[in-house]
């Protein structure tokens, strides 16, 4: 399973972004699905995720600026963010996850975000 997120870029403060994360290859069955970050010099941390119902969780620095949704025919899901913040700046990663709560394939390259004050 090969994941591709792309979207990244560089944008001002308070501006918009939108990534998304492809998944190609023999994926099966997907029960949920989560954006990571890292920043430079920090671990990578959870910033979204989504269960197949539908059920969503955030971390608290981006909660009611970040959406994170999917394509269900495209095994695609995407991470609309808003009011962005130069504290956001990372490198974004995405997964999906099977039903035993494993992991389809690795992590990729992810996408950079850059926020300038």
């Known amino acids: 399973v090969q994941l591709q997120a792309s979207g990244g870029g560089l944008v001002q403060a308070g501006g918009s972004l939108r990534l998304s994360c492809a998944a190609s290859g023999s994926i099966g069955s997907i029960n949920a699905m989560a954006w990571y970050r890292q920043a430079p010099g920090k671990d990578r941390d959870l910033v979204a995720a989504m269960t197949s119902a539908g059920s969503t969780n955030y971390d608290d620095s981006v909660k009611g600026r970040f959406t994170i949704s999917r394509d269900n025919t495209k095994n695609t899901m995407y991470l609309q963010m808003n009011a962005l913040k130069p504290e956001d700046t990372a490198v974004y990663y995405c997964?999906?996850?099977?039903?035993?709560?494993?992991?389809?394939?690795?992590w990729g390259q992810g996408t950079l975000v850059t926020v300038s004050s």
């Open positions: 997964r999906f996850y099977n039903n035993d709560g494993q992991p389809f394939g690795s």
